[in-house]
C-alpha cells in the first residue's frame, strides 16, 4: 500500500471511529450559502443590487438562480433546503467556495470559510487546477500554517490557507513558499 493510504479514511491504519467519514458536502455548501448571504446583507441595502449580486453567486456556484436569492432570508432559505436535500460533491463544493470567493472580493469583505473546508477545496482543487498551478504544486508537500491542513508528498510549500486555496483556485498568483531552513 503507497505510504499515504495510511492517512486515508477506511485504510489500514490505525483503528477509530470513522462513521462520520461521507463525501457529502451538504453542510458545507449551505454553510457557504448562509456565509454569501451574511456578506452581502452587511454591505448591500438596496434589494435590487443585493439580488443581482445574490444571482450571480449562485450562478458561479453551480447552484442556479431559481427562485431563490432576492433576500437574505431567501438564501438562508436556500442554505436549509441544501442542508436536507440531496447529497451533493466535492466538486459543488470547490465551485460554492470560488464563488464566495469571487463575491467576497465583490464587495471587499473577506468571507469566513472552516479550516477543514478550505483544505478538502484545496486538495480537491489541485487536480483540477491551471496545468502551471498544479506542476508549481506537485512533488510537494502544501501546508496551511494557520490552519491545520496539510496534504502531498515531498519538500514544504507553505501558505496561509486561504492563500492556498486562492492559488489553487486561479484568484490570486501567490504561490505557497518554501519553507525556508534558517
Known amino acids: 500500500m503507497p ?6 479514511p477506511l485504510s489500514n491504519r490505525p483503528r477509530s471511529n470513522e462513521s462520520g467519514v461521507t463525501g457529502d458536502r451538504r453542510v458545507a455548501i449551505a454553510d457557504a450559502v448562509d456565509e454569501a448571504a451574511r456578506v452581502l446583507a452587511s454591505v448591500i441595502e438596496e434589494e435590487a443590487e443585493f439580488e443581482a449580486r445574490a444571482r450571480r453567486f449562485l450562478e458561479e456556484a453551480g447552484l442556479g438562480t431559481g ?8 438564501l438562508l432559505q436556500l442554505a436549509a433546503t441544501i442542508r436536507v436535500g440531496r447529497r451533493r460533491n466535492t466538486r459543488l463544493l470547490v465551485h460554492t467556495v470560488r464563488a464566495l470567493l469571487v463575491l467576497g472580493d465583490s464587495v471587499e469583505v473577506e468571507p469566513r470559510v472552516a479550516a477543514h473546508v478550505s483544505g478538502a477545496v484545496a486538495l480537491a482543487a489541485t487536480g483540477s487546477a491551471p496545468f502551471e498551478r498544479r506542476a508549481v504544486l506537485r512533488g510537494h508537500t502544501v501546508r496551511a500554517v494557520d490552519e491545520g491542513w496539510a496534504f502531498g508528498n515531498g519538500p514544504v510549500l507553505e501558505g496561509r490557507g486561504r492563500e492556498i486555496v486562492r492559488f ?7 504561490p505557497p513558499l518554501p519553507v525556508s531552513s534558517s
Do not use: K, Q, T
Open 3 to 8: 505510504d499515504f493510504a495510511r492517512h486515508l
Open 67 to 74: 427562485a431563490a436569492g432576492g433576500s437574505p432570508s431567501e
Open 168 to 174: 489553487v483556485l486561479a484568484l490570486d498568483d501567490i
